[in-house]
């Protein structure tokens, strides 16, 4: 059983950042593939990046490459989302999941409540 909490959604500029933190418990968390995702109004969940704590390989969609950076802290049980120059199409609820899986919902068995990212121009 893996428990998933999400932090630091907000209200930003375009331009601005924000950093997305999400707290992992359970007897075996550390082997499972963390991934964030996120929906915005009327459009289907997508992937947006995820890192596999066995390793050090982090993986991201087109749309956020060179402008977020996935991490992680063992020690604190905790993934981290750092965005950086954003734009108003990033505007969404962000989701932390844990599972097997890299870029594809099905492959993720536990999702925190998600935290709210709106970016105004």
């Known amino acids: 059983q893996v428990h998933l909490v999400e932090s630091g959604g907000g209200l930003v500029q375009a331009g601005g950042s924000l950093r997305l933190s999400c707290a992992a418990s359970?007897?075996?968390?550390?082997?499972?593939?963390m991934g964030w995702f996120r929906q915005a109004p009327g459009k289907e969940r997508e992937f947006v990046a995820a890192?596999?704590?066995?390793?050090?390989?982090?993986y991201y969609a087109d749309s956020v490459k060179g402008r977020f950076t996935v991490s992680r802290d063992n020690a604190k049980n905790t993934v981290f989302l750092q965005m950086n120059s954003l734009k108003p199409e990033d505007t969404a609820v962000y989701y932390c999941?844990?599972?097997?899986?890299?870029?594809?919902?099905?492959?993720?068995?536990?999702w925190g409540q998600g935290t709210q990212v709106t970016v105004s121009s």
């Open positions: 890192i596999n704590w066995s390793g050090d390989n982090t």
């Open positions: 359970g007897r075996t968390f550390s082997t499972y593939t």
């Open positions: 999941a844990a599972g097997m899986g890299i870029a594809t919902s099905k492959g993720y068995d536990y």
